[in-house]
């Protein structure tokens, strides 16, 4: 026997620590409430129920309050976060908002890496929850700018595109699957026939695609993509080495590369949505629902249409769910605001004229 044959690591000091972090967080989720389904009315005629599941309604604004509450149990669960430790992540906004939030509420210093490009509301946001912005011009080097600052002061890299996928339990746990069709079981057609998503970290489309296997639905998962994004080619050529090298404009989805949360084998269909009719749709979206929505939402919105016109034109009796991902607030001096897209050279008129058109006729085109 040498000294080195039983070695005893165990910290009672950190692991009260630890302890008293995941209560903290799971006490947040118990005095939090579900998002809601809000009914979507499409004009009489269509035997297609639409649903938008309201992400927007989060304590932190955004379907990434789901994901930042995974990503910090995932990390405490497995002893990645001691009392003290610097909280970096690389984001586009909306999820260091909600880890901001998560990391004030555990005491922990953060800081968000993030484009230069991002929102100013997003990074007053931010900063607001106690967490440091640092930008980059470049959005291509997010991820290793982040890898350098967690290694340069000993933080940790939350990580969330490499993470997203594994953090959420896809068996259920009320992730946003199960809460979906929870919602649905009074409605006329119980099992959509699609659930329309975008993809930023692909954490979300992974969540509800191993969801809909594991639970057996008939229900398929169609995710929309921007224009820049490697997602939708690397999903055609199967091939996760893709790279566009270029930035999303819409903020929350589309990315330069195939990010590793991305489960395209769950993924049944795409749709290209250009950021044009990604805009006007998050506009023609707002002014129906009395209340502005962010742009990503304006993309699952065209999707969705899409989706229901074909299933109209094939006379399909169905629903389909899509998400409202965040409220427009945030975007009141960018999207929202006309002399920004006209400096960006964006024109939203015709892709508006366009999706009227498929609103009053029913068909695509
Ligand atoms: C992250 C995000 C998405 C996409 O969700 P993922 O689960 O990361 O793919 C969509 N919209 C907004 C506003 C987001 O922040």
Not at 113 to 122: D, E, I, N
Not at 126 to 155: F, K, N, Q, S
Not at 221 to 229: A, E, F, I, P, W
Request: net charge negative.
């Amino acid at each position: 026997m040498t000294p080195s044959d039983d070695i005893d690591r165990s910290d009672a000091t950190a692991r009260a620590w630890s302890d008293e972090a995941i209560r903290l967080v799971e006490a947040d989720a118990n005095r939090s409430a579900d998002t809601h389904l809000v009914r979507f009315e499409l004009p009489p005629g269509w035997p297609i129920d639409l649903y938008f599941k309201d992400e927007s309604t989060h304590p932190t604004g955004s379907l990434k309050h789901r994901l930042a509450r995974s990503l910090f149990l995932y990390a405490l669960a497995n002893g990645w976060l001691t009392e003290g430790t610097t909280v970096i992540e690389s984001s586009s906004g909306s999820t260091a908002i909600s880890e901001a939030y998560f990391a004030r509420m555990l005491n922990l210093p953060f800081i968000a890496v993030m484009p230069a490009s991002t929102s100013t509301g997003k990074i007053a946001l931010i900063e607001r929850e106690g967490g440091r912005c640092h930008l980059v011009d470049d959005p291509t080097t997010v991820y290793d700018e982040a890898r350098r600052l967690a290694a340069d002061c000993g933080g940790h890299y939350l990580d969330q595109f490499t993470f997203a996928e594994r953090a959420t339990d896809w068996r259920g746990n009320n992730n946003i699957a199960e809460s979906i069709f929870a919602q649905l079981s009074a409605e006329r057609h119980p099992v959509p026939d699609w659930i329309v998503v975008g993809a930023g970290t692909g954490g979300t489309s992974a969540t509800i695609g191993r969801y809909l296997r594991y639970r057996r639905l008939a229900t398929r998962l169609c995710v929309v993509d921007v224009d820049n994004s490697a997602f939708l080619p690397g999903w055609l050529a199967r091939d996760d080495r893709v790279r566009t090298g270029i930035g999303s404009r819409i903020e929350g989805i589309g990315r330069p590369r195939v990010e590793p949360s991305f489960v395209g084998d769950v993924v049944d269909r795409m749709i290209a949505v250009p950021d044009e009719a990604s805009l006007a749709a998050m506009r023609l979206l707002s002014d129906r629902l009395g209340r502005r929505v962010g742009p990503s939402t304006g993309t699952n919105f065209v999707g969705a249409l899409r989706v229901a016109a074909g299933l109209r034109a094939r006379g399909a009796a169905a629903s389909i769910v899509t998400l409202i991902c965040d409220g427009g607030e945030r975007y009141h001096d960018s999207y929202y605001a006309d002399d920004w897209l006209a400096a960006r050279g964006l024109d939203l008129a015709p892709q508006r004229a366009f999706l009227e058109g498929v609103l009053a006729g029913g068909e695509w085109r």
